[in-house]
Nanobody
Protein backbone atom coordinates (compact mmCIF):
# COMPACT_ATOMS: atom_id res chain seq x y z
CA UNK A 1 0.00 0.00 0.00
CA UNK A 2 0.93 3.63 -0.40
CA UNK A 3 0.79 6.24 2.36
CA UNK A 4 -1.32 9.33 1.69
CA UNK A 5 -1.38 12.73 3.41
CA UNK A 6 -3.90 15.40 2.41
CA UNK A 7 -3.51 19.13 2.91
CA UNK A 8 -5.10 22.35 1.75
CA UNK A 9 -8.49 22.24 3.39
CA UNK A 10 -9.95 25.16 5.28
CA UNK A 11 -12.77 27.64 5.64
CA UNK A 12 -13.79 29.60 2.56
CA UNK A 13 -16.74 31.72 1.54
CA UNK A 14 -19.16 30.58 -1.14
CA UNK A 15 -17.71 31.31 -4.56
CA UNK A 16 -14.18 30.92 -3.31
CA UNK A 17 -11.56 28.36 -4.20
CA UNK A 18 -9.22 25.88 -2.57
CA UNK A 19 -6.53 23.56 -3.82
CA UNK A 20 -6.16 20.24 -2.06
CA UNK A 21 -2.95 18.26 -2.27
CA UNK A 22 -2.28 14.61 -1.50
CA UNK A 23 1.34 13.67 -0.97
CA UNK A 24 2.17 10.01 -1.30
CA UNK A 25 5.01 7.82 -0.16
CA UNK A 26 5.79 4.17 -0.36
CA UNK A 27 5.38 2.16 -3.48
CA UNK A 28 5.70 3.59 -6.97
CA UNK A 29 3.21 6.42 -7.38
CA UNK A 30 2.84 5.75 -11.07
CA UNK A 31 1.34 2.34 -10.31
CA UNK A 32 -1.72 3.92 -8.76
CA UNK A 33 -5.08 5.20 -9.80
CA UNK A 34 -5.71 8.24 -7.58
CA UNK A 35 -9.09 9.55 -6.49
CA UNK A 36 -10.70 12.18 -4.32
CA UNK A 37 -13.73 11.38 -2.19
CA UNK A 38 -15.71 13.44 0.28
CA UNK A 39 -17.87 12.53 3.22
CA UNK A 40 -20.40 14.85 4.77
CA UNK A 41 -22.37 14.03 7.93
CA UNK A 42 -25.48 12.05 7.14
CA UNK A 43 -24.39 11.37 3.58
CA UNK A 44 -22.60 8.54 1.86
CA UNK A 45 -18.96 8.85 0.86
CA UNK A 46 -18.92 10.30 -2.63
CA UNK A 47 -16.30 9.82 -5.32
CA UNK A 48 -15.63 13.27 -6.79
CA UNK A 49 -12.86 12.57 -9.22
CA UNK A 50 -10.30 10.00 -10.29
CA UNK A 51 -7.24 10.06 -12.53
CA UNK A 52 -5.23 7.40 -14.29
CA UNK A 53 -1.52 7.05 -13.72
CA UNK A 54 -0.74 8.72 -17.06
CA UNK A 55 -3.34 11.44 -16.38
CA UNK A 56 -4.80 10.52 -19.74
CA UNK A 57 -8.12 9.50 -18.21
CA UNK A 58 -10.16 11.37 -15.65
CA UNK A 59 -13.57 11.03 -14.04
CA UNK A 60 -15.72 13.71 -12.41
CA UNK A 61 -18.96 13.39 -10.53
CA UNK A 62 -21.77 15.50 -11.92
CA UNK A 63 -21.84 17.47 -8.68
CA UNK A 64 -18.36 18.89 -9.31
CA UNK A 65 -17.96 18.73 -13.08
CA UNK A 66 -16.85 22.09 -14.44
CA UNK A 67 -15.80 23.35 -10.99
CA UNK A 68 -13.18 20.86 -9.80
CA UNK A 69 -10.05 19.73 -11.63
CA UNK A 70 -7.90 16.75 -10.70
CA UNK A 71 -4.24 16.60 -11.66
CA UNK A 72 -1.17 14.66 -10.69
CA UNK A 73 2.55 15.35 -10.56
CA UNK A 74 4.22 11.98 -10.92
CA UNK A 75 7.68 13.45 -10.41
CA UNK A 76 6.64 14.64 -6.94
CA UNK A 77 4.20 11.80 -6.19
CA UNK A 78 1.39 14.23 -5.51
CA UNK A 79 -2.20 14.52 -6.70
CA UNK A 80 -4.19 17.74 -6.56
CA UNK A 81 -7.81 18.80 -6.56
CA UNK A 82 -8.41 22.39 -7.64
CA UNK A 83 -11.83 23.50 -6.44
CA UNK A 84 -13.46 26.61 -7.85
CA UNK A 85 -16.80 28.30 -7.20
CA UNK A 86 -17.26 26.44 -3.95
CA UNK A 87 -20.76 26.07 -2.55
CA UNK A 88 -21.98 25.44 1.00
CA UNK A 89 -23.00 21.94 -0.08
CA UNK A 90 -19.33 21.20 -0.78
CA UNK A 91 -18.70 21.25 2.95
CA UNK A 92 -17.28 17.85 3.93
CA UNK A 93 -14.17 15.96 4.86
CA UNK A 94 -12.17 15.32 1.71
CA UNK A 95 -10.11 12.16 1.31
CA UNK A 96 -7.46 11.06 -1.09
CA UNK A 97 -7.50 7.39 -2.11
CA UNK A 98 -5.37 5.09 -4.20
CA UNK A 99 -5.41 1.67 -5.75
CA UNK A 100 -3.47 -0.16 -8.42
CA UNK A 101 -4.93 -0.94 -11.81
CA UNK A 102 -6.25 0.91 -14.82
CA UNK A 103 -9.98 1.25 -14.14
CA UNK A 104 -11.19 4.53 -12.63
CA UNK A 105 -13.30 2.95 -9.91
CA UNK A 106 -15.94 5.19 -8.34
CA UNK A 107 -16.84 3.36 -5.15
CA UNK A 108 -14.86 3.61 -1.95
CA UNK A 109 -14.79 -0.17 -1.51
CA UNK A 110 -12.47 -0.43 -4.51
CA UNK A 111 -9.72 1.69 -2.96
CA UNK A 112 -7.35 0.20 -0.42
CA UNK A 113 -5.20 3.18 0.57
CA UNK A 114 -6.65 6.28 2.22
CA UNK A 115 -5.43 9.51 3.71
CA UNK A 116 -6.62 10.89 7.03
CA UNK A 117 -8.84 13.51 5.40
CA UNK A 118 -8.88 17.30 5.31
CA UNK A 119 -11.88 19.41 6.27
CA UNK A 120 -13.41 21.82 3.77
CA UNK A 121 -16.02 24.23 5.08
CA UNK A 122 -17.83 26.64 2.76
CA UNK A 123 -19.79 29.42 4.40
CA UNK A 124 -22.77 31.09 2.74
Amino acid sequence: QVQLVESGGGLVQAGGSLRLACATSGRSFTSYIMAWFRHAPGKERECLSAISWTAGSTYYADSVKGRFTISRDNANSTVYLQMLNLKPEDTATYYCAARTGIVLWRTHEEYDSWGQGTQVTVSS
